[in-house]
């Protein structure tokens, strides 16, 4: 008689399910970004750093390391301090009272340094954020994580206000809006509700990671587009300056009070009245 094959065992069968993968290999993990395969180009950045890093010279491993925008170096920069700070609480819970008594004073005044502006990261906090925010997701998730706060499960508009910050104070092709912050800020809002018209599938002023991953134009690519080119004009997708002032135009030319709101009478008056009240 003929034996017959035996069944394969666990260790030999392929892996087929991954927890919070989208399907199709969507959000899994990048093979490349463990922190094991990574681990010498971290050391390298922060050699020359062994006290810690300052956001200013923050850039390169935003977008070398990290690969995102460049204008992501400030709030990526606190995001690792906030998430260091996370793990010293949890560690506070840990410890005896006579323990952490005796180390009170020392601990806030770690916290305070970790939360100002001029707070540094060190190889160690860099690495914990690597091992928990990096490596076990992909471009898009990495993307969606550090955009929304922690402790929420979606962005808001708000949440982009950071990064378009920066993005004002360091684009070239922005360079000219520095002497007029009120202009600043209408352009911010403009690219966040351009961003909600395009990728807000439920229309309830909020993008979930799915939103973000099937965004038509791309979200991600978009601010790939913007980080990369001086002429903020080519980046038709969300940033372009003229695009905004055409809009900012058609605004001021129906808002006829100046209360930078529109009423049904102010809609009314768009494209030669070509509304109607029944419209």
Same mark, same amino acid.
């Given at each position: 008689?003929?034996?017959?094959?035996?069944?394969?065992?666990?260790?030999?069968?392929? =892996?087929?399910?991954?927890?919070?993968?989208?399907?199709?290999?969507?959000?899994?993990?990048?093979?490349?970004?463990?922190?094991?395969?990574?681990?010498?180009?971290?050391?390298?950045?922060?050699?020359?750093?062994?006290?810690?890093?300052?956001?200013?010279?923050?850039?390169?491993?935003?977008?070398?390391?990290?690969?995102?925008?460049?204008?992501?170096?400030?709030?990526?920069?606190?995001?690792?301090?906030?998430? $260091?700070?996370?793990?010293?609480?949890?560690?506070?819970?840990?410890?005896?009272?006579?323990?952490?008594?005796? %180390?009170?004073?020392?601990?806030?005044?770690? =916290?305070?340094?970790?939360?100002?502006?001029?707070?540094?990261?060190?190889?160690?906090?860099?690495?914990?954020? $690597?091992?928990?925010?990096?490596?076990?997701?992909?471009? $898009?998730?990495?993307?969606?994580?550090?955009?929304?706060?922690?402790?929420?499960?979606?962005?808001?508009?708000? &949440?982009? &206000?950071?990064?378009?910050? #920066?993005?004002?104070?360091?684009?070239?092709?922005?360079?000219?809006? #520095?002497?007029?912050?009120?202009?600043?800020?209408?352009?911010?809002?403009?690219?966040?509700?351009?961003?909600?018209?395009?990728?807000?599938?439920?229309? =309830?002023?909020?993008?979930?990671?799915?939103?973000?991953? =099937?965004?038509?134009?791309?979200?991600?690519?978009?601010?790939?587009?913007? &980080?990369? %080119?001086?002429?903020? %004009?080519?980046?038709?997708?969300?940033?372009?300056?003229?695009?905004?002032?055409?809009?900012?135009?058609?605004? $001021?030319?129906?808002?006829?009070?100046?209360?930078?709101?529109?009423?049904? &009478?102010?809609?009314?008056?768009?494209?030669?009245?070509?509304?109607?009240?029944?419209?």
């Amino acid at each position: 008689a003929t034996s017959q094959p035996s069944a394969p065992s666990a260790k030999e069968l392929p =892996r087929f399910f991954f927890p919070g993968e989208g399907g199709r290999g969507r959000g899994r993990a990048l093979l490349h970004d463990t922190l094991d395969q990574r681990s010498s180009e971290i050391q390298a950045q922060f050699k020359e750093y062994p006290q810690g890093m300052s956001h200013e010279n923050f850039v390169a491993v935003t977008k070398d390391l990290c690969n995102l925008p460049s204008f992501f170096s400030t709030p990526l920069h606190q995001r690792v301090r906030l998430l $260091w700070l996370e793990k010293l609480k949890k560690e506070e819970g840990e410890k005896k009272d006579k323990e952490l008594k005796m %180390n009170e004073a020392a601990l806030k005044q770690q =916290r305070d340094a970790l939360l100002s502006e001029d707070g540094l990261v060190t190889e160690e906090m860099f690495r914990c954020f $690597w091992a928990l925010e990096i490596a076990p997701y992909d471009r $898009w998730d990495r993307f969606f994580r550090l955009i929304k706060r922690p402790e929420r499960r979606f962005i808001f508009p708000s &949440d982009f &206000d950071p990064f378009l910050r #920066e993005l004002l104070k360091y684009h070239p092709g922005l360079e000219f809006l #520095e002497s007029a912050p009120e202009f600043q800020d209408k352009y911010m809002r403009t690219v966040t509700a351009r961003i909600f018209y395009s990728s807000d599938t439920s229309q =309830r002023w909020r993008l979930s990671a799915r939103d973000v991953r =099937r965004s038509k134009p791309g979200l991600l690519d978009a601010f790939d587009a913007v &980080d990369e %080119n001086d002429d903020i %004009n080519t980046v038709h997708q969300f940033f372009s300056y003229e695009h905004f002032y055409v809009l900012y135009c058609k605004f $001021w030319e129906l808002d006829t009070d100046r209360d930078f709101l529109l009423s049904r &009478d102010d809609l009314l008056r768009y494209g030669g009245h070509a509304l109607t009240r029944h419209t």
